[in-house]
């Protein structure tokens, strides 16, 4: 799915949905614990993680056969 929005300066950017499901989740994960380091870094107070804690937790979702992860991107 292709969607259009526009940006503070009214230039059109394409973002592309996708998902994402079964073992392909696995070769995605190294991104997705990036991505939630990089967000829960800003809530020290209520979150702590690391790499290795990130991968193991979405490796337990990615194990599942009706599994999916649903990507935004611009």
Do not use: W
């Not at 997705?32 to 790499?51: C, E, Q, S, V, W």
């Not at 290795?52 to 979702?61: G, I, K, N, P, T």
């Amino acid at each position: 799915m292709e969607l259009r929005r526009f940006n503070e300066q009214g230039i059109a950017m394409d973002i592309v949905v996708r998902s994402v499901t079964g073992s392909e989740i696995q070769k995605i994960i190294p991104e997705l614990a990036g991505l939630r380091l990089k967000i829960f870094r800003n809530f020290p107070d209520l979150y702590f993680g690391d790499a290795d804690y990130e991968a193991r937790h979405l490796s337990d979702y990615a194990r599942h056969d009706k599994s999916m992860c649903v990507i935004a991107e611009d």
